[in-house]
């Protein structure tokens, strides 16, 4: 690679001009291809831990919802429900994929768990203090926690990935 022109070698793979670069150490793919990367921090996989359960979470909720459709449950309007039934689909499919996005450190994954444990909040304030504590604690301290980790400087630090990097599929 040549320093006074790095434009010149700009498409090329760092591991295949190891060897012009005697003294120099290949650069290795660490955490699923994120070349040059620290490891993994644990903070990482709490946060994607967490949000796999909300989508899981979201994913029963939207069974059950299913089933009662089918089994006749009175509804204002059919096709409100059915719109509902693929909200709660979508949300679900779209926290699996921040949760797996994130563990592979890229960027966008960070704004996409913070807004749903901001939604989470939202509906953990009202059910702690409507009657339902451990239902509202169960949803309040992990997004609090996820919240926190979020902005630790070594989660930043590792999901930095921007999209252009190599592609994730």
Known sequence: MNPENPSENAGEDPRENAS????QEPLRNTA?????????????????????????????????YGTQL???????SFWGAIFTLCLLLAFSVWLFAVARFLLRGFRWPRAGALVAQLFVLTIGFPTLTGGYPLAGLAMLVPAVITIVLLF???????????AGAPPAL
């Open 70 to 76: 089918l089994t006749g449950a009175p509804v204002l």
């Open 32 to 64: 699923e291809g994120h070349a040059g990367a620290a490891a993994r921090p644990k903070a990482i996989v709490v946060i994607a831990v967490v949000v796999a359960l909300e989508a899981a979470a979201l994913l029963l909720a939207a069974a059950w």
């Open 20 to 23: 012009s670069n005697p003294g």
């Open 152 to 162: 630790d400087k070594r989660v930043i630090a590792f999901a930095s990935r921007a």
